[in-house]
């Protein structure tokens, strides 16, 4: 390990992890075919400061996310590649974080590379890198924030002190751009009680307002620009997104307080074995001033997550750069007094772990195959097998040579990522993937004047593949029941009882593509209201209706 250099094998592993699979398997939904439509949207209209989702309006998130997105769809195209690569750089640049504060930190080359390769393999971390939303972006924007208040606070001349502050600055107007006001909210969460210990108080005070400056110029030209535009996005943006999803007792995604508790140990693997380890010794050294910023970065974020009544697993993810600090100045002082016990504990945890996996899918495969009799079925199922005799090879490797081979786990996490989306079932790649069912009958679709779906996931899939936002949306509302409320988007709904009356318009005009989700009976019935005939294709649970322009 000393041998190698860091900083060149961490980018190595940042390209094959992260970029080489970014166009290797289709838009899963809800959120990819989601954001890639949003910001396409941004490049075909012309409009960079309204969010509109499929022509709608779109206000539950700032601008500044879609925007990095719609730079990768410029730049890289309106592909796979382009709608990821946001998502991937933000997560690398978050791995070069890891390494430059590990080194500031602890001043020691096997501790910054040992930092930076287990946040780099978080399973949570890896897996959001190719994955098109706005957390990874965001995650990126708080870490950097947080880093730059540790370079701030640590700061021996007063122009890299000035120069940190107003890097802080930055960070937090990029992370509210991107999710809102918890990016301002998080940097004081830690930065008040962490300077209060210190008894420095009167810093924060001093330099505090360089950073809301930086951070107010920043925002105030988007934020005045959307107010102009969209004198509600303020009301709707603030008090929906923010107030209820954090107390309303029908919040999205209510989830119980102990909610985030199993997921940050499921987030971490494959290193979760360290764990104990690592709170004993952050326990330990809790008296000094890189441990207490560690710890008050970790535990009040996840504190105030818990709080909330609406969660999701990627709300935690800004907290698993502290934990990867943690764990890896554990990790190393571990190997340092060749103490590997806890090192060969993770890898046999991991090593049982996989194990599991291989016995349950042979067994699913014989009684209920989830892996047709096809080539591509049986490819698909090769490639499961080797995810799993990686990520078992590789922690076999850690549990018997825990002191030289500590490493071996992060290739195990790179090839699930890099393959399993690849490997997925048919059953579950045709209908979480609905991007790819579109692209197979491009052509054709690409000849109709009107089109419609009883699916968002599956609208926004037609919608970015045609690069068409005129979906009409076919008894479904979801998340867009607010754009749906103004009285130009009336147009844009149909329920069971119009649904006649607006094909046989429709196809007065030219023909008419129908994208149908048919597993529940409600879809069921939905497809039975829409007339017979028409060419039909199915994938899963979608079908495809082309209906020709009526005589």
Not at 368 to 379: D, I, K, Q, T, V
Not at 515 to 542: A, C, I, M, N
């Amino acid at each position: 390990m000393t041998r190698l250099k860091p900083l060149p094998l961490l980018l190595l592993a940042i390209a094959a992890f992260y970029l080489l699979p970014l166009g290797l398997h289709g838009l899963w939904v809800p959120d990819e075919t989601r954001y890639a439509q949003i910001s396409q949207e941004m490049l075909t209209s012309g409009n960079w400061v309204s969010p509109h989702f499929m022509g709608l309006r779109y206000f539950e998130k700032p601008a500044g996310g879609y925007w990095l997105i719609a730079l990768g769809q410029a730049v890289f195209g309106q592909n796979l590649f382009g709608v990821r690569i946001a998502s991937a750089l933000t997560t690398g640049l978050s791995v070069l974080l890891a390494y430059l504060i590990a080194r500031r930190l602890w001043n020691d080359p096997r501790k910054s590379y040992a930092c930076a390769l287990l946040y780099l393999s978080f399973g949570l971390v890896a897996g959001q890198a190719g994955y098109s939303n706005l957390d990874p972006q965001f995650t990126f924007w708080v870490n950097l924030s947080l880093v730059a208040l540790w370079f701030a606070l640590d700061s021996r001349t007063p122009r890299a002190r000035l120069g940190a502050w107003a890097l802080l600055g930055v960070a937090c107007a990029m992370g509210f751009m991107t999710k809102g006001f918890l990016a301002w909210l998080l940097p004081v969460l830690i930065a008040v009680p962490y300077l209060l210990w210190q008894r420095r108080l009167g810093e924060l005070l001093r330099y505090g307002p360089l950073a809301v400056g930086v951070a107010l110029l920043l925002c105030l030209p988007w934020a005045w620009a959307i107010h102009v535009q969209e004198p509600d996005y303020w009301r709707f943006f603030f008090w929906h997104e923010h107030i209820r999803r954090f107390a309303a007792d029908d919040a999205q995604h209510a989830r119980a307080w102990w909610f985030f508790l199993p997921i940050m140990v499921v987030a971490c693997l494959p290193w979760a074995g360290l764990l104990p380890s690592t709170l004993l010794k952050s326990w330990r050294e809790k008296r000094q001033p890189a441990i207490v910023f560690l710890s008050l970065w970790l535990w009040l974020p996840l504190a105030f997550f818990s709080l909330s009544r609406g969660k999701l697993p990627t709300y935690i993810m800004p907290c698993l750069l502290p934990l990867a600090l943690l764990m890896g100045h554990a990790l190393i002082d571990l190997v340092h007094q060749h103490k590997p016990r806890a090192i060969r504990l993770n890898g046999v945890i991991n090593l049982v772990v996989g194990l599991i996996a291989m016995v349950a899918l042979i067994y699913l495969q014989i009684d209920r195959p989830l892996y047709g009799n096809s080539h591509a079925e049986m490819f698909s199922l090769s490639l499961a097998f080797i995810v799993l005799l990686g990520w078992i090879l590789a922690n076999l490797l850690q549990a018997f040579r825990p002191l030289t081979l500590w490493a071996t786990p992060a290739l195990g996490i790179g090839l699930l990522v890099v393959l399993l989306p690849v490997g997925m079932p048919a059953q579950i790649a045709n209908n979480e993937m609905p991007d790819q069912f579109v692209l197979e009958h491009l052509d054709e679709l690409q000849q109709t004047k009107a089109l419609l779906s009883n699916q968002l996931e599956s609208a926004s899939a037609l919608a970015w593949r045609l690069n068409r936002a005129d979906v009409t949306l076919y008894n479904t509302e979801g998340e867009l029941r607010y754009g749906l409320q103004y009285a130009d988007a009336a147009h844009r709904k149909v329920n069971l009882e119009t649904v006649q009356a607006w094909l046989v318009e429709a196809r007065k005009h030219g023909s008419v593509g129908v994208l149908l989700r048919v597993r529940s009976t409600s879809e069921h019935r939905e497809e039975g209201q829409l007339p017979p005939g028409g060419k039909r294709y199915r994938k899963g649970d979608l079908v495809i209706t082309l209906y020709p322009q009526s005589p």
